[in-house]
């Protein structure tokens, strides 16, 4: 099969990684920065219970030199998304399928309508990127993707393909029914921890301890009754479900905290601020995210 990963962050290095693992499948890693692509010198080290692993694949920046393949796991952030579709195009044909793996919702505005095959991806899988090309395995979780509509057998028949191989690599992965759900249980995860911890610059588990405990579970509750308006249906008590990440990711640093701490553009506009945007069209009140938006583009633009 051929394998493209996009983006060498975090979960593409990691998803990388584990495929090239695993079966004989001809795997690429496109990075849009030629300069970092040439020096990952076509392998990726990944850090695994202790151990540390080489492994290789092809690296480039220029998707010309990987042309059409059949599976795409588009892991950049949401705001690039758009940007990395452009890249991509040699890679696209009719018969590709394109998971994209992104926090919140925005990214859902520009995959839609496209000429090849997209489902979505949501995972729990954790990982740390500790340097460029160097990636840690922090813990497996379930990993779920799904077509937001119906498809055709033949892209059924692709997906189910693409679910055989991640399981085959060691992650964990189902077709989940209603993925829609899933992309909302864990935006509000998102928009429990990530603003807040970035605003208090704090680990996850530091927010079940009060006051920061209650305007997480406000901000959580806010993105239900927005969830609800919308008539999403959330798989489990988002409330529960965001506590419980605090206490599983205690010791860790969010994303976002770490984005402010590197002082590169956080995803406040995917998560926080797309739920404040569809509250607006509902005219459902969300001031607690709409502070928690207010005060993160204040720690980014001094
Ligand atoms: O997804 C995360 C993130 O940091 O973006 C959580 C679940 C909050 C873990 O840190």
Redesign the pocket.
Known sequence: MKIAVIGPGALGSLFAAGISRAADHDLWLLDHNAQRAARLDNKLLLNENGRELVCPMRITADARDIGPVDLVLLCVKSADVADALALAQPLLEANTLLIPFQ?GIRHLDVLHDLPFHVAIGVT?Q?ATLLAPGHVRHGGSGLTRINFLKPQSDRALKKLNTAVHLLNSCSFKTEISPNILSHVWA?LL??VG??AL?AILNCP?GDLLKEPARTRMVAAVREGAAVAKAMGIELPTDPVAMTQQ?CRD?AA???????DVRRGKKT?IEAINGALTAEAGKLNVPVPVNEELVRQVKELTNP
């Open positions: 926090n729990a954790g864990k995860v998102n921890i990530n911890t996850n990440v990711t860790n640093i969010s994303s976002m905290l770490q995803e």
